[in-house]
Structure formats: C-alpha cells, structure tokens
C-alpha cells in the first residue's frame, strides 16, 4: 500500500499541490479562461439543441474537412467549445474542467491556449490529408468523413493531458492517454479516434522540440561549459 502511496504522489504530487495552491490563494481567479470556456461550452449547448440554434452554432463552430481551408481556420477557435451532439454535454464539460483548469494553473493561459490550439489544428488537418489519401491508405479516410464534423474540445483535451504528463514528469499518466487513444482507434476506427492520434502525435513533436531546446540551453549554460584559459594568462 505504501508502495503505491509513493507512486501516486510521484506521479500526481507536482500537479496536484500546484492545483491546490493555486485554488487556495485565489479560488476561481486562478482559473478565469477555464471558467469562461465552460460558460461558453454550456451556453452553445443549449442554443444548438434549440430549433432555431442549431443552424447558427453549425455556421460559427463546426468543422468539417469538406469545408474551404479559409473557413476551417475561422471556425477552429470557436470550434473547441461546441459539444458533440450525440454525446452527453457533461462529458464535454467536465473534459474542459478537469484537463484546461490544471493546464491554466501549471502552464499559464497562453500556453495552454497553443498547446490546445496545436492539437486541434493538428486533427483538422489530418482529416484533409486523411480524405486526400483515400480508404486505401492505412492513414486515409473514405470520402464520407468529408462531412462529418471534427471532434471539438476532445482533441484539445488529449493533447493538454499528454503535454502536462510531459511537463511535470506524470509520464505513467501521459502514457496512459496515448494508449487510450490507440485502443479507440484498434475499436473503432473513425474520425474523431483518428483525430486524436493525430493531436497526441502533434504535442510529442512539441514535447519532443521543447526537450531537445532544454538540452541545447543547458548544454550551452555558462556552468556546464568547461574553464578555458585565455591567452596571455598565467599558467
């Protein structure tokens, strides 16, 4: 028991007494984006769900690969706040809770917002390349998947999990994610399950990129860099 004590602190104590401590200074000040995105989320909610909404979030929001590129970009943002319809709002909500309120408190708002940017982006742009190469491919897509709309704040949800297991070393967490997403893929091999690969893949190359960065510094830092003698000096 005491053995997994450990390993659960290991694993989830940095994140969590950043959380804590963020929320017992400030409370819901510590949090303002995430807050605001579920306000947002609930609010497309309810006006896509009514006869005369549904039309006007699918205009401002849905992405689908079908769509000219130059729309896609407009409706990306946005996009990350609308529900799927045929899964159960809380869920969404609850993604956006959990996985952007610990990433606005342990990585700060703007990298939380390109990190999770990132990862959208990254699924909307497999899915035109998906479609492009044809069912054929082990990486296409039948040309149905056109219209079908993309996964909204999931993909952005995935991708904050792995980058903050990355960041403060929850890699058994991190690792978890990633099989996860391969198992929805092995079980059902859709849209959205490939779309999330393709945002786990997108945040491993930023990870990746960071970690190679961090090592170049380090490596270039004054106190790794070993004495030289300067000429005319005494030996």
């Not at 807050?35 to 909610?45: E, F, P, R």
């Amino acid at each position: 028991m005491n053995r997994a004590v450990r390993r659960a602190r290991a694993e989830w104590g940095p994140l969590y007494g950043a959380v804590r401590r963020a929320l017992v200074e400030r409370g819901p000040r510590a949090v303002p984006m995430t807050l605001a995105a579920v306000c947002l989320t609930s609010v497309l909610h309810v006006v896509q769900n009514r006869s005369w909404g549904y039309r006007f979030v699918q205009d401002i929001g849905a992405v689908r690969a079908g769509d000219p590129l130059w729309l896609a970009l407009v409706r990306t943002p946005l996009s990350l706040f609308v529900p799927a319809l045929d899964l159960p709002v809380w869920g969404a909500l609850a993604q956006i809770l959990l996985a952007l309120g610990v990433a606005e408190v342990c990585l700060g708002r703007w990298r939380t917002l390109a990190v999770g940017y990132a990862a959208t982006l990254a699924g909307t742009a497999y899915a035109r390349a998906g479609i492009a190469l044809g069912p054929g491919s082990p990486l296409g897509l039948p040309a149905e998947d056109a219209r079908v709309v993309d996964t909204g704040p999931s993909a952005a949800v995935v991708g904050l999990a792995v980058y903050l297991g990355w960041r403060h070393r929850a890699y058994v967490t991190a690792g978890a994610v990633v099989l996860a997403m391969v198992a929805e893929v092995l079980v059902k091999a859709n849209l959205a399950g490939k779309e999330h690969l393709a945002a786990v893949a997108a945040v491993a190359a930023l990870c990746g990129a960071s970690e190679v960065r961090r090592r170049r510094r380090g490596a270039d830092s004054p106190e790794r860099r070993s004495p030289q003698r300067t000429r005319g000096a005494e030996p």
